[in-house]
């Protein structure tokens, strides 16, 4: 079983920033490096959506046309953890920011394996 712990949000103002982090473990949960890892968000009323993603190797990126330029994607696979460095944030940023393992950078789709999110609200 992955365990995925998100960290980091909290309510900041519009134009601030915010750094996530998310740490994985799990007893079954060897070889983070093997793994494509993700952010994903879900605001009220939406549905979940794509956010960051990122390769094993870290070498890949991809971001959803919203956050490109302001957000940025990385890992470190030596803690198993994979971070997003949040800039310029928007009120339409509000949502509850979700971990995600596993997922395709090809079709931009999610793993298996979630965190239980953290919120970040940012007001105008």
């Known amino acids: 079983q992955v365990q995925l712990v998100e960290s980091g949000g909290g309510l900041v103002q519009a134009g601030g920033s915010l750094r996530l982090s998310c740490a994985a473990s799990?007893?079954?949960?060897?070889?983070?490096?093997?793994?494509?890892m993700g952010w994903f968000r879900q605001a009220p009323g939406k549905e979940r959506e794509f956010v960051a993603g990122?390769?094993?190797?870290?070498?890949?990126?991809r971001y959803a046309d919203s956050v490109k330029g302001r957000f940025t994607i990385s890992r470190d696979n030596a803690k198993n953890t994979v971070s997003l460095q949040m800039n310029s944030l928007y009120p339409e940023d509000t949502a509850v920011y979700y971990c995600?393992?596993?997922?395709?950078?090809?079709?931009?789709?999610?793993?298996?394996?979630w965190g239980q999110g953290t919120q970040v609200t940012v007001s105008s």
């Open positions: 995600n393992a596993g997922g395709s950078l090809a079709v931009l789709s999610p793993g298996n394996d």
């Open positions: 799990g007893r079954t949960f060897h070889g983070f490096s093997y793994y494509n």
């Open positions: 990122i390769s094993p190797s870290g070498e890949r990126t």
